[in-house]
């Protein structure tokens, strides 16, 4: 049972265009939701994060929408640069209640900004 | 930021002999490590939890006997791949988590492991 559904698998996006990447949890225990960039051959690095008692976080050029409701959590990276050209994750964990901070990967959103 | 140093970064092995992959935690204690695998476009999959003094917790599905894991301190994790075989060629990559709710995760650059 994958408990973090995100979509698309893949996105093409224009430089300076917009890129909306979506994720779906199941379980409403998580409390932390980071997205994370992967280069090919290196590790993921941290972008954002955020916790389910704020609806939008932004740093930079990126920005969290979070759904508590809806159970959904977006990343918008706007102003898209080939540089930003990467594998994309989202992520969740229960970090309250004595948990291990074990996080819960999506499948990943593979991002190309044509130039 | 916190730094998370993984090593090597690629190591090519002959088919039945043992691995050892490194993952320091620069500067912070990490009572909590992970380690991951991960597949050509695929997620990262968690094959275990590293828990600093006492026995590694595994996955459903993961051998513990062919995925040794010690973490003697509260800095260093090290990933053994006993009795490698092809198909244990993949990308491992360990993270360490700064601990508290929200507590940020840092990755290491990865590992390539080819077993020829």
């Known amino acids: 049972q994958q408990q973090v559904k995100q979509s698309p698998q893949s996105l093409i996006v224009q430089k300076g265009g917009i890129s909306i990447i979506n994720c779906a949890y199941e379980?409403?225990?998580?409390?932390?939701f980071p997205w994370y960039q992967q280069f090919p051959g290196k590790g993921p690095a941290l972008l954002i994060a955020?916790?389910?008692?704020?609806s939008e976080k932004k740093e930079g050029r990126f920005t969290i929408s979070f759904n508590k409701s809806a159970k959904q959590f977006s990343l918008h990276i706007m102003d898209s640069q080939p540089g930003d050209s990467a594998t994309y994750f989202c992520?969740?964990?229960?970090?309250?209640?004595?948990?291990?901070?074990?996080?819960?990967f999506g499948k990943g959103t593979l991002l190309t900004v044509n130039p | 930021g916190a730094v998370v140093s993984q090593h090597p970064s690629w190591v090519i092995c002959k088919s039945g002999t043992s691995v050892k992959i490194e993952c320091r935690s620069l500067?912070?204690?990490?009572?909590?490590m992970f380690w991951y695998r991960q597949f050509p476009k695929q997620s990262l999959m968690l094959m275990a939890t590293?828990?600093?003094?006492?026995?590694?917790?595994?996955e459903q599905g993961v051998e513990k006997d062919k995925f040794l894991i010690n973490h003697a301190s509260l800095t260093l994790s090290t990933l053994t791949v006993t009795s490698a075989h092809p198909e244990d060629s993949s990308f491992y990559i360990c993270?360490?988590?700064?601990?508290?709710?929200?507590?940020?995760?840092?990755f290491g650059q990865g590992t390539r492991l080819t077993v020829v």
């Open positions: 955020i916790r389910p008692d704020v």
């Open positions: 500067d912070f204690q990490a009572t909590t």
């Open positions: 379980n409403t225990a998580f409390d932390y």
């Open positions: 993270s360490a988590r700064k601990t508290g709710v929200g507590g940020e995760a840092f």
């Open positions: 992520a969740a964990s229960m970090d309250s209640g004595g948990s291990n901070y074990k996080l819960t």
């Open positions: 590293s828990n600093e003094g006492s026995k590694a917790t595994y």
